[in-house]
C-alpha cells in the first residue's frame, strides 16, 4: 500500500468513526445542557462551592462567574508552580520561575496549553495531574458553557436569561468531559501509553551518556488533552512522544478524540434552537473546510519537489516513521483547525506552504471545527456576519434564526472577529521591532518571522502548537504571549455573551418569503466564502511575508 492511499484510508476511517458518533453524542448534549435534573454528585459539588445552580442569570453576571472562576484558576496555578520545589511529588524539579509560571497559569486556564518548558524536565506530578490536569477539565467546560449561552440567545424568546454558569459547567465535566475522558484512557492504555507515578530512572546509554526518563499520569491526561482540545504534552516532544502516541492506531483514535466534540456539538445546536437542519448547515461548513485544508496539506507534503522529496516519497522531515506524511497531515490540520495545539510531527519542518496551511488554519479562528465550545460559538458568529452580507446584497434586515440582526448585534459580532487580528498583529510587529525578541530566533528571513507570527498566532488563538525553532522561554515572550492568551480567550468571551443576551432579549420574527434560508447548501458556500475572504483580508499581508515567502522561493 503507497503512503498517499494509506493516508486516504485513515481519513476515510476517521470521518466514518466521527459520523456514528455524531448524532448519539450530539443528542446527548442537548440532553446535559437543556436537563432541570441534577446528579447526587453534582449536588455535592455545588454545596461545596455554595452555588444555587437554578438561579438563572443575564449575561453580566454569567460573564463575572467565567471571569471569576478563570481567575482563580490562574492564581491556584500560578501558586502551584511557585511552591512546585517544596511540594512532595516534585521529582526533585525546583519550582517555576515567576514569568514562566505565569505564562503556563494563563495557557492552561485559557484552554491554550502553550508550552515554554519541557514538561518531563520541569514538572513533578503534582503540578501535571492537580494543576495541568485539572484545568484540562474546566477550561474545557468554560468554553462549552459559553458557546450553549450563545445558543439559548437564539432559542429565547424575550428574556435576557441565559442559564447557570455554575450548573453548566459543572455538567460539562461530570456528565460528559470526565466519562468520555475514562473510556479514551482506558483505550490508551490497552495501546501501550504509560499510566504510573514512578520517579526519574534511567533507560540506557545515549550518545556517550546516561539517558533519563520519568514516568508519570499519562494516559488521563492524554484522553483530556485532545478531547478538551487543548493539547499540553505531558512530555516535551507532545503526541509524537512513544509514551504519548506509540501506535498509528492511537494517533487515529486521539485525533478523532480531537475532532469527536467540536463536530458533534453542532447537533446539539440544532436540537436546542429547534431546527435539526440548521444543525448541518454549520457541520456541514466546518466539514468543508476541514476536507479541504486535509486535502491541501497533504497534497503540500507529498508533491514537494526535489530529489530528497522525491527519494523519500514526501517531505518526510519532522515526521514521525510510524505515523507517516497522511496520518501527519490529518494530525496537523486537525489540531490547528481546533483549539488543540498538540502535535505529532513538528510544523517547523513542514514545506513552506504546509506551514502556512497550519498558520491559515488557526487565523480562521479555528472554527472548523474549532475548540470545544468556542469553534461553534466562532461559527456562529461568522454565520451572523455572512447573514448581514447577504442582506446588505439585497436591502433587507438581516436575520438568523428568526432573530433580527440590527447594529448593536453586528457591532458586537464585528469586535469578536476584530481582537484576535489585532492582538496577533500588534504583539507580531512589536516583537520583530525589538531587538532582543529578535535574538530567539532559530532561522533568519521568511521562516524567522513566521516563527514568531505563529507564536502570538497560536497564543491568541488559544492553539498552543509552535514553531520549534523559537525560543519562547524568555521574558518577553512568556509576558506576552501570556498576555495574548488571556486576553484572546476571555474578550471575545465578553462579545459573545453580550450578543446572547441581546438575542435573548428578542421576540422570534416570522419566516417569510423575503427570509434567507440558513439551512440551504447556498447559504453554506456563502458562509465558507465570508470565512475565506475575512481572514484572507485580515492576514495576507502577514503570509505573504512569512510562509507564502519562503513556499514560493
Known amino acids: 500500500m503507497g503512503p498517499v492511499l494509506a493516508g486516504v484510508l485513515q481519513l476515510l476511517a476517521l470521518m466514518a ?112 495531574t492537580a494543576g495541568l490536569a485539572v484545568q484540562n477539565f474546566v477550561s474545557a467546560a468554560v468554553g462549552m458553557a459559553v458557546a450553549v449561552t450563545l445558543v439559548r440567545g437564539f432559542a429565547g424568546s424575550r428574556t435576557g436569561e441565559l442559564g447557570n454558569f455554575w450548573s453548566d459547567l459543572v455538567r460539562g465535566v461530570v456528565r460528559l468531559l470526565v466519562p468520555i475522558a475514562v473510556v479514551g484512557a482506558l483505550v490508551l492504555v490497552a495501546c501501550g501509553v504509560i499510566q504510573n507515578f514512578s520517579g526519574i530512572h534511567e533507560v540506557g546509554q545515549f550518545m556517550g551518556g546516561t539517558q533519563e526518563w520519568n514516568g508519570g499520569a499519562v494516559a488521563s491526561q492524554e484522553a483530556i488533552k485532545e478531547l478538551g482540545t487543548n493539547g499540553g504534552g505531558y512530555f516535551n516532544a507532545n503526541s509524537s512522544h512513544p509514551f504519548e502516541n506509540p501506535t498509528p492506531f492511537t494517533n487515529l483514535f486521539e485525533i478523532f478524540l480531537i475532532l469527536l466534540i467540536p463536530f458533534s456539538i453542532t447537533r446539539t445546536f440544532g436540537l436546542m434552537v429547534g431546527s435539526v437542519r440548521q444543525g448541518y448547515a454549520i457541520l456541514a461548513t466546518m466539514a468543508t473546510i476541514w476536507v479541504g485544508f486535509v486535502a491541501l496539506m497533504m497534497w503540500t507534503e507529498f508533491s514537494h519537489h526535489g530529489p530528497a ?71 456562529l458568529i461568522m454565520a451572523i456576519i455572512a447573514v448581514f452580507i447577504a442582506g446588505l446584497m439585497v436591502g433587507r434586515t438581516p436575520e438568523y434564526l428568526g432573530k433580527k440582526i440590527g447594529s448593536r448585534e453586528i457591532k458586537l459580532a464585528a469586535c469578536y472577529i476584530l481582537i484576535t487580528p489585532a492582538l496577533v498583529l500588534v504583539f507580531t510587529a512589536c516583537a520583530m521591532a525589538l531587538p532582543a525578541p529578535a535574538n530567539s530566533m532559530t532561522n533568519s528571513g521568511a521562516h524567522g518571522f513566521s516563527e514568531i507570527l505563529y507564536a502570538y498566532t497560536s497564543g491568541a488563538n488559544n492553539n498552543g502548537s509552535a514553531f520549534a525553532g523559537l525560543n519562547a522561554d524568555t521574558q518577553w515572550f512568556n509576558t506576552t504571549i501570556g498576555l495574548a492568551m488571556l486576553l484572546g480567550r476571555f474578550v471575545p468571551m465578553v462579545f459573545v455573551l453580550a450578543l446572547a443576551g441581546s438575542l435573548a432579549e428578542q421576540k422570534p420574527v416570522p419566516v417569510t418569503a423575503g427570509t434567507l434560508r440558513t439551512d440551504k447548501p447556498l447559504y453554506t458556500g456563502l458562509l465558507v466564502g465570508t470565512i475565506i475572504i475575512i481572514t484572507g483580508l485580515t492576514y495576507f499581508p502577514a503570509l505573504a511575508l512569512g510562509p507564502l515567502a519562503e513556499g514560493l522561493a
Do not use: C
Request: net charge negative; charged share 15%.
Open 17 to 128: 468513526a466521527l459520523a456514528l458518533a455524531y448524532k448519539p453524542l450530539g443528542t446527548y448534549m442537548a440532553k446535559v445542557y437543556t436537563s432541570d435534573k441534577h446528579l447526587r454528585v453534582e449536588k455535592w459539588i455545588y454545596k461545596g462551592i455554595g452555588a444555587d445552580p437554578d438561579t438563572e442569570m443575564r449575561w453580566p453576571a454569567y460573564l463575572r462567574g467565567v471571569l471569576a472562576f478563570s481567575l482563580a484558576g490562574v492564581l491556584f496555578l500560578y501558586v502551584l508552580q511557585r511552591l512546585q520545589g517544596v511540594l512532595p511529588g516534585s521529582l526533585g524539579f525546583a519550582s517555576i520561575d515567576p514569568d514562566q509560571a505565569f505564562n503556563t497559569a494563563a495557557s492552561f486556564v485559557s484552554n491554550t496549553n502553550w508550552q515554554s518548558y519541557s514538561g518531563e524536565q520541569a514538572m513533578g506530578h503534582v503540578v501535571q
Open 309 to 379: 522529496f522525491e527519494a523519500a516519497g514526501g517531505a518526510t522531515e519532522g515526521k514521525e516513521v510510524r505515523f507517516g506524511i497522511g496520518a501527519s497531515s490529518i494530525f496537523a490540520v486537525s489540531t490547528t483547525l481546533t483549539s488543540t495545539g498538540a502535535v505529532d510531527s513538528f510544523h517547523s519542518s513542514f514545506t513552506g506552504l504546509g506551514g502556512g496551511i497550519t498558520l491559515l488554519g488557526m487565523m480562521l479562528g479555528e472554527i472548523a471545527p474549532g475548540g470545544v465550545g468556542s469553534g461553534l460559538y466562532g461559527m
